[in-house]
């Protein structure tokens, strides 16, 4: 059953919150025959935002897999394609979709162009190097533009983007789309909901500009590719389609071109020659470099698994979905084949576990595999202990591939629970939660008695919230959202000891050891190639052993764990290198509990003694209003202690770039629809952690 990789294509399709990703797949989805009938994100139907909340608010909260089939030039072709979450509290669905993909569909709103979130989905793919098309969708809105969107991509984006189709028309007028390779015309015709496609010659009044355009195609083509070079000096008109193709794969692949193609989803225009494109200049499994792991029985060996149903079996888990029939584990195979009953070993956790089904996913549905091989995304069930970012593999050669990195919460709020029955089922729930969604953290509050909950962002929380009281009908109380704040220290301390020294008959305790502190931030860690954990490093400089080294790493974990746990405000200390430097030891009384009590006590009178400060994180929020409001917002951004970054006019409105504590920003979204009339959107991603006034600290620490 082995698939000919060279027809696979891997893709995701992601963009800025409301460019359209979800109708794009929709009409992907009805296209490619995987359903007779189209959904609408507006009508609560659409197919990948199968979750109610998704449905309600018409946003997509998880990413969706689907596989479906399309034939290109007579070819049979397997697209496995992940629709991706556009709002900022859900880009770790996002970062964990593009790093199992080989190529993704970037989608931009025809009249907005570039937007802050599109930035973000953009700067993730380049973190790991995937090729990707544009696709200007929405090009029948009112004040669409494509060529503005288009030179959107390459100003903002620093993309060096290639058109490969005009849209006939815009708005209202929008008809088609012009093929600049081939230089047709392309009309979708609306009674058959865009499936029949008529091809045409292009339009008078319209060959001009498809001249121009096309012009530029083969000039930038031809800069991809040497042999094409002269070609084009000699006689510009010799340079075939096929050889501008094969020039723009070529370009895609090496990440520095990306193809544009335009048209609207919502009107059924562009969808299918988009997904053309998808197959002429994606990718294939075999196309992406070699995944390369390390050998869990030696970390500094590196080991490559080749992209072959031939290599040893090795996965990544990138989703875990809690489910009816046990919970859906999705992977993406990187090499070997994995045939269903199979045992696999986690490397991460030395677990073995048991495969007992494979499914290939078509958003809600699903089809039962018998084995499945390299290059696939699918979805299995069995696994217990595997969890975003693990690695599973064969149980004979075993390898770890690299790991996801996810961001922490910014924001947490306290969850209780009604009754005592309420109580056992919350705990479980927030298990479940915590597999699905790694940019979710809960913990317990021994003092207060709170359940902690800390997530990306208020509407994030608001989900997970409706998610225990509706789907896993747990009854909770919930506080007022709360900020993560972190405490750094703002100096250093030296020759801090900590002496922890227990004698009560019998044998005692005894631990000593001296550190020093410092900051450190992590560009400087990476300087210096220090591991810096946690927002911690921790430096070993013990000479002559003063302390044994089997006490070392448990002066490590009682430092460690006393920053985590805060000092000033229970806050997580970041940014702090700790040295130990000396301590002593005890031939009896000496034990690593000893030591990491030690270590503990170090770490918080060092830091007492650098002085310590409050955190907070700053949020990056843009904010598109009409002009006449603009000294309203301005004025309303001072007052929440922002400043504005940078400011234009852009499309008859203004676009507003500022940095604002995300603790002055609670309710923002309501505010600004009052001050403007309803007609300003706003959207706002962590930017990093500042240095909060002390004015401000002390309010915050006086209020825990």
């Known amino acids: 059953m082995s698939i000919d990789l060279s027809k696979v294509r891997n893709i995701g399709i992601c963009a800025h919150i409301d460019a359209g990703k979800t109708t794009v797949t929709e009409r992907v989805l ?47 072709y397997k697209i496995n394609l992940i629709d991706t979450p556009g709002h900022v509290d859900f880009t770790i669905e996002v970062e964990r979709s593009l790093r199992v993909l080989d190529g993704a569909v970037a989608v931009f709103d025809g009249k907005e162009g570039v937007e802050a979130q599109s930035e ?34 390459r100003t903002r984006l620093g993309a060096n983007p290639i058109a490969v189709q005009i849209p006939i028309g815009s708005a209202d007028d929008l ?74 794969r070529k370009g895609t692949l090496d990440m520095s071109c990306n193809p544009v193609f335009c048209g609207s989803a919502l009107k059924n225009i562009g969808v299918q020659r988009l997904l053309n494109g998808v197959i002429d200049y994606l990718p294939t499994p075999t196309e992406v470099p070699e995944i390369t792991g390390t050998d869990p029985r030696d970390p500094e060996k590196s080991l490559v698994r080749p992209n072959s149903d031939d290599a040893p079996f090795s996965a990544l888990v990138f989703k875990v979905v809690n489910d009816t029939h046990g919970d859906l584990t999705y992977v993406r195979v990187y090499s070997g084949v994995l045939p269903r009953g199979s045992r696999v070993l986690n490397p991460s956790n030395n677990k073995k576990e048991n495969v007992s089904r494979i499914f290939e996913m078509h958003a809600k549905d699903r089809e039962a595999l018998d084995q499945v091989g390299a290059g696939q995304i699918v979805a299995l069930i069995g696994l217990k202990n595997s969890f975003t970012g693990d690695t599973i593999c064969s149980v004979d050669e075993p390898v770890i591939l690299e790991k996801m990195d996810f961001p922490e919460p910014v924001i947490s709020m306290s969850i209780e629970p009604n009754t005592a029955d309420d109580k056992k089922k919350l705990g479980e729930a927030l298990t479940t939660i915590r597999r699905e969604d790694p940019s979710f953290r809960s913990q317990y509050n021994e003092e207060t008695g709170e359940t902690i909950i800390s997530g990306m962002g208020e509407l994030h929380l608001e989900i997970i ?9 747990v009854g909770v109380q919930v506080g ?32 000593d050891a001296v550190i020093n502190v410092s900051p450190i931030t992590p560009d400087e860690a990476e300087e210096q190639e220090l591991k810096m954990v946690d927002g911690v490093v921790f430096v070993d400089s013990i000479s002559g052993g003063v302390i044994p080294k089997e006490y070392i790493p448990s002066v490590q974990t009682g430092a460690r764990s006393a920053a985590a746990s805060g000092v000033i405000g229970g806050y997580p200390v970041i940014n702090v290198k700790v040295e130990l430097v000396f ?18 006590l170090a770490f918080r009178q060092a830091c007492t003694q650098a002085g310590l400060a409050l955190l907070e994180p700053i949020m990056k929020v843009e904010i598109v209003t009409p002009d006449e409001f603009f000294g309203n917002v301005s004025g309303d951004l001072a007052s929440r202690r922002g400043h504005i970054i940078e400011s234009e006019i852009r499309n008859n409105v203004r676009v507003i770039q500022a940095e604002v504590p995300l603790s002055e920003m609670f309710g ?24 909060m006034p002390d004015r401000l600290k002390e309010e915050v620490l006086a209020s825990e």
Not at 53 to 63: A, L, N
Not at 668 to 690: D, F
């Open 120 to 153: 973000t989905v953009w700067r993730q793919a380049d973190r790991y190097d995937v090729p990707r098309l544009c696709f200007i969708n929405k090009m029948d809105k009112i004040g669409a533009d494509f060529k503005y969107s288009f030179d959107s991509i």
């Open 583 to 600: 301590g002593s030891y005890h031939d009896v009384d000496s034990s690593q509990v000893a030591f990491e009590q030690a270590g503990a």
């Open 30 to 76: 009805y296209y490619t025959g995987m359903n007779y009938k189209m959904g609408e994100v507006h009508e609560g139907t659409a197919t990948m935002d199968f979750l109610e909340e998704e449905q309600e608010r018409g946003i997509t909260i998880q990413s969706a897999a689907t596989t479906c089939p399309w034939t290109h030039n007579g070819v049979d």
């Open 465 to 473: 919230k409706n998610k225990l009281v509706r789907d896993m009908k």
């Open 668 to 691: 923002y979204t309501t505010v600004l629809r009052s001050m403007t009339q309803g007609r300003a959107t706003s959207s706002m991603e962590p930017c990093e952690y500042r240095i």
């Open 480 to 511: 007022r959202p709360r900020v993560s704040y972190r405490e750094t220290i703002t100096g250093d301390a030296n020759d801090v000891r900590g002496l922890f020294k227990k004698q009560s008959g019998g044998r005692g305790q005894y631990g």
């Open 175 to 248: 008809k088609g789309i012009i093929d600049l390779l081939e230089m047709r015309a392309y009309y979708f015709d609306a009674g058959e909901l865009g499936a029949k496609v008529e091809e045409r010659e292009i339009p008078d009044d319209m060959k001009d500009e498809a001249e121009m355009w096309h012009h530029e195609l083969v000039e930038k083509a031809s800069e991809l590719d040497d042999t094409l070079v002269e070609k084009y000096i000699e006689d510009e008109s010799s340079i075939t389609p096929d050889e501008i193709r094969a020039a723009l």
